[in-house]
């Protein structure tokens, strides 16, 4: 059974880093590209940006590149998403999901569970 | 960059009806690349319609997708109690593609 288990919720303060973090299990990890997606509160979806584990090839959306970064480690099956230094405007659900990947765009057809970061001084 | 816009806002029937929800693009969606999910209270999004009409695993009968070009629709037959929620369209047939459809809330009238 395809599954992603999406670390903990986390409280910071404005300044700090953070690292989240989505494990996957039940499929070949390295060939699924896997995206991480934003979810303000009481707002629409957004795509951040997504990785491909076999070989880290990372793409950002123009509004989030240069804020966060994308990472994975397939030997452990895992991707994260950083922040080097949070905003009170970080603050959201993150959620990522494996995708399938076209040639000019992709759809998640599994999610983690989501990670809600709080961030408030 | 395509725009998806999703009518009704907020759509409110009776366990039973059916639903009938839009999703038009801002341009044509090649190959009908066109995804929908549910995403109900505190819980991530769950897919269940891509290529505009293919069902993904596990999804019910009742939910069907039908539309090409810039209209795509996504129909949920004899609403059961569990299908209340928000419903997101998204394009991944031109680039970029990184946006969703505003949303579609289906509430119990």
């Known amino acids: 059974e395809v599954q992603l288990v999406q670390s903990g919720a986390e409280v910071k303060k404005p300044g700090e880093s953070l690292k989240i973090s989505c494990k996957g299990f039940g499929y070949n990890f390295p060939n699924y590209w896997i995206g991480w997606v934003r979810q303000m509160p009481g707002k629409n979806l957004e795509w951040m940006g997504l990785?491909?584990?076999?070989?880290?090839?990372?793409r950002y959306s123009p509004s989030f590149q240069g804020q966060v970064t994308i990472s994975a480690d397939k030997s452990i099956t895992t991707a994260y998403l950083q922040w080097s230094s949070l905003k009170a405007s970080d603050t959201a659900i993150y959620y990522c999901?494996?995708?399938?990947?076209?040639?000019?765009?992709?759809?998640?057809?599994?999610w983690g569970q989501g990670t809600q970061v709080t961030v408030s001084s | 960059e395509i725009v998806l816009t999703q009518s009704p806002g907020t759509l409110s029937l009776s366990p039973g009806e059916r639903a009938t929800l839009s999703c038009r693009a801002s341009?044509?969606?090649?190959?009908?690349?066109l995804a929908w999910y549910q995403q109900k209270p505190g819980q991530a999004p769950r897919l269940l319609i891509y290529g505009a009409s293919s069902r993904a695993t596990g999804i019910p009968d009742r939910f069907s997708g039908s539309g090409s070009g810039t209209d795509f629709t996504l129909t949920i037959n004899r609403l059961e109690p569990e299908d209340f929620a928000v419903y997101y369209c998204q394009q991944y047939g031109n680039s970029p593609a990184w946006t969703f459809g505003q949303g579609t809330k289906v509430e119990i009238k």
């Open positions: 341009q044509s969606v090649s190959s009908g690349y």
């Open positions: 990785i491909y584990p076999g070989d880290s090839e990372t």
């Open positions: 999901a494996r995708l399938l990947v076209y040639t000019n765009g992709w759809y998640g057809d599994y």
